[in-house]
T-cell receptor, first 112, second 113 residues
Framework: QKEVEQNSGPLSVPEGAIASLNCTYS??????FFWYRQYSGKSPELIMS????GDKEDGRFTAQLNKASQYVSLLIRDSQPSDSATYLC????????????FGTGTRLQVFP | DAGVTQSPTHLIKTRGQQVTLRCSPK?????VSWYQQALGQGPQFIFQ???????QRGNFPDRFSGHQFPNYSSELNVNALLLGDSALYLC????????????FGPGTRLLVL
């Protein structure tokens, strides 16, 4: 079983719709969770971090964490073509400055 | 506020050669982590440096080695290059105390022929 799993996609949504990206992880001791966006040929860019169960909102982005289900998600509201990228879920098991374990990423395509 | 910088941006080497990649962390950060990202995959952790010591290491052979300097910058060295070492090499910096978020540099794309 992979430590962090994501559907590779592509996930195609129309402009203005809500895009829902999902991630599951295997280590119940995981403490910190991150979503990075990666455009083709570029490096990962941090979008959101979440540490506690529940929702965390930042602009059009909402991260949701459910530690009991070992599940973390990212919702993108009012999706724009510029949101088209690969979204990487990363988990930090032991907390502060521990290595990040990444999923393979979900490719999101937002069409006009 | 300067972000994470890496050099060079691209590199072409042949099998058996050695390569050195460089990273300068974000201002105020003291920890540097290196990741390898193969095409279509998520980044894989290579190792992490703090206080000039290797603090953690991922599942990479000894051909991969590193160093951290007193100014917190870091180098990644790869010896005896293999075709499979072709990848995007990412450096991420963070602060040991306080904020733990890792911020990535632009990466070095290495092609081994």
């Amino acid at each position: 079983q992979k430590e962090v799993e994501q559907n590779s996609g592509p996930l195609s949504v129309p402009e203005g719709a809500i895009a829902s990206l999902n991630c599951t992880y295997s280590d119940r001791g995981s403490q910190s969770f991150f979503w990075y966006r990666q455009y083709s040929g570029k490096s990962p860019e941090l979008i959101m971090s979440i540490y506690s169960n529940g929702d965390k909102e930042d602009g059009r982005f909402t991260a949701q964490l459910n530690k009991a289900s070992q599940y973390v998600s990212l919702l993108i509201r009012d999706s724009q073509p510029s949101d088209s990228a690969t979204y990487l879920c990363a988990v930090n098991v032991y907390g502060n400055t521990d290595k990040l374990i990444f999923g393979t990423g979900t490719r999101l395509q937002v069409f006009p | 506020d300067a972000g994470v910088t890496q050099s060079p941006t691209h590199l072409i080497k042949t099998r058996g050669q050695q390569v050195t990649l460089r990273c300068s962390p974000k201002s105020g950060h003291d920890t540097v982590s290196w990741y390898q990202q193969a095409l279509g995959q998520g980044p894989q952790f290579i190792f992490q440096y703090y206080e000039e010591e290797e603090r953690q290491r991922g599942n990479f052979p000894d051909r991969f080695s590193g160093h951290q300097f007193p100014n917190y910058s870091s180098e990644l060295n790869v010896n005896a290059l293999l075709l499979g070492d072709s990848a995007l090499y990412l450096c991420a910096s963070s602060r040991t105390s306080g904020e733990e978020t890792q911020y990535f540099g632009p990466g070095t794309r290495l092609l081994v022929l």
